[in-house]
Every structure is written in structure tokens, then in C-alpha cells.
DNA sequence: AGACCTATATATAAACA
DNA sequence: TTGTTTATATATAGGTC
């Protein structure tokens, strides 16, 4: 795109496809972040480079933004891969978290306190609270490929 | 950036708003698109415009990408928020989810099963599924709140 | 709403520090 | 690696249809 016109296609010295990638991942960030003030949206883009270095951002946060697709994507909202748009169907009135209260999930793990399984989390030690973080993601997979059985 | 240089601030008009969030929304996956291609990359991007309509771009596809990001998280690679970048530490030789199994999280709801608080994922309905997914993302939200506390 | 236009702002490949 | 520099390709604001 510039000292002389390039393909995009991969390229194949992997130094330069290093520095390209970080390059251009500084510019889609930049791009996302500008997209978010001027239009007020939310967006996160994850990348991850071929030597397997994740780098994300995300507006408010890439976890709000996650939690928000992953919500939208249970209750029906497609999301195509590759380029393409997604939904644009008619007004959707937002999409609220379900009601906020009354919620007690637990997790009862063998790392995770085997003998009191119903601890809330107000009284969870940070290592604690990383574990059923780790437990709630594995969770959230097996729950994800369970639906996709039932579709 | 054009006709005249713009500040990079919300636009008021809820019109032009939104033709410019189209725009730049499809420039924004053209990038990414063209990131992948180039670098062999793979990354997945998600926007949600003021009105609340969800848009994703992804490649393989959003759900690889998410999944592998779920997998990264799990296992202490932080995800800053804010257009900063990630980690990019040493080698990083690739990442497994940890290992799937012994996993018991069950979910006890005043919506879901209120008498029998420990079913398993594969005897559940769809329904009771979609429940426990909202409550776990609910659980998450609460779980990072508590964490940000405790930091 | 979209598709096209066009002038200008940006992004960026290549080279080098 | 990370930051220049520079020439050129792209993206896009503001129009028009």
C-alpha cells in the first residue's frame, strides 16, 4: 500500500511479517479506539500473531464487550466469521443483563473449597476468585458446546 | 480525516453518527481481514453500535478466535482494556485450555431448578442452559468486580 | 438507507537509524 | 527490537443522487 503497491497475501520473510503485523495491529487498534469515540460504540479486537502472542483492546472494556456478544449470541444474534456484516435487523432495543439480583452460582471443584462449595464471593480470597474465573471459562465452554448439540 | 481534518470526538448528529460508524466499521474489518491474510494471523473484531446492533468480523472465525482468548485469559495472560496492547512476552509457545475435565460449576437460581441445584450440563434443556449461561455471565461480572477490589 | 464522488487525512512498505 | 523517514496507497468526511 505504498512505496509500491503490495497484495495482500502472506507474506513470506518473517521478520517483515513480524513487523507488519505489528504495524498494522497498532493501526486496527487505533482505528477501533477512533471508531468507539466518534460513534460512541463499543468494540474489542483480539489478534493474535502466527507466534502465538495474543494482544486485545477493547472498549469499555474487552470483557464487557465479550460478555455483551456472548449474551447476544445465546439469545439468538448470529455472528458470521470472515469479513462479512453481522445481524443489522430492525430497531433491537438493546439488550439488558437479564436482572441483576439473586444470582449464587457456586463452583464446587477439586481445587475449589471441597468442603464448602457455596462460598459468595464477596468472601473469596483473590486466588480464590481466579480460580472460579478459570472454572466459570471452562464452564462456559461445555455449556456453549452443549447448546450447539441441542440446535 | 478528509474533506476537512476532524477531531477524533463523538459526533453529535444521530444521521451522520451512523453513517460514519458504518463506514468506518467496514474499514475496520477490511483491516483486520487484511492483517490476517498478510501475517497469517488470526483475529476477530466486534462492534456494537449506539443503537445496539452487533456486528462481528473474524477469522478462522469469531468463535475461534473468542475461544482462544478465553483460553489465554484463563491462563494469566492479561487483556488490557483502552487501546493499549497486550502482553508479548517471551516465546509463548502456544497455549492449551487447561485441562478439560473434573469441572463441577453448578448453578443454583431462583429461575433455575430451585429444589435440584447440581444438575450436570448434559442432562439440561436448552432453556435451562440459556439460564445458566446468563447467570454465569452475570457470576463474571460480579467475580471481576471482586477481583478489581481486592487488586 | 445505500452507492458513487473527490479532496484530503491517514496508514503503511521499504529503508535506515 | 523500536523509532524515524518518505513516497505512495487507502480510508473517509462531506457531498450528491
Redesign the interface.
Known amino acids: 500500500m505504498v512505496r509500491t503497491k503490495v497484495e495482500?497475501?502472506?507474506?513470506e520473510d518473517k521478520a517483515k511479517?513480524?513487523t507488519?503485523?505489528t504495524k498494522?495491529?497498532?493501526?486496527?487498534?487505533?482505528?477501533?479506539?477512533?471508531?468507539c469515540?466518534?460513534?460512541?460504540?463499543?468494540?474489542?479486537?483480539?489478534?493474535?500473531?502466527?507466534?502465538?502472542?495474543?494482544?486485545?483492546?477493547?472498549?469499555?472494556?474487552?470483557?464487557?464487550?465479550?460478555?455483551?456478544?456472548?449474551?447476544?449470541d445465546?439469545n439468538g444474534?448470529p455472528?458470521?466469521?470472515?469479513?462479512?456484516?453481522?445481524?443489522?435487523?430492525a430497531?433491537?432495543?438493546?439488550?439488558k443483563?437479564?436482572e441483576?439480583g439473586?444470582?449464587?452460582?457456586?463452583?464446587?471443584?477439586?481445587d475449589l473449597n471441597d468442603e464448602d462449595d457455596d462460598m459468595k464471593?464477596?468472601e473469596?480470597?483473590?486466588e480464590e476468585?481466579?480460580k472460579?474465573?478459570?472454572?466459570?471459562?471452562?464452564?462456559?465452554?461445555?455449556?456453549?458446546a452443549?447448546?450447539k448439540l441441542?440446535?
Open positions: 495482500i497475501k502472506r507474506i511479517r513480524h507488519t503485523f498494522r495491529r497498532q493501526g486496527l487498534f487505533k482505528k477501533a479506539s477512533e471508531l469515540k466518534r460513534c460512541n460504540a463499543e468494540a474489542a479486537v483480539i489478534t493474535f500473531s502466527l507466534a502465538g502472542n495474543a494482544f486485545a483492546f477493547g472498549h469499555p472494556s474487552v470483557n464487557a464487550v465479550l460478555a455483551r456478544h456472548n449474551s447476544y445465546a444474534q455472528c458470521n466469521d470472515r469479513g462479512s456484516v453481522d445481524d443489522d435487523d430497531e433491537s432495543d438493546a439488550q443483563v437479564p441483576d439473586g444470582v449464587v452460582v457456586v463452583a464446587s471443584n477439586e464471593v464477596e473469596m480470597s483473590m476468585l481466579e472460579l474465573d478459570s472454572a466459570m471459562e471452562e464452564m462456559k465452554r461445555k455449556v456453549i452443549q447448546m441441542l440446535v
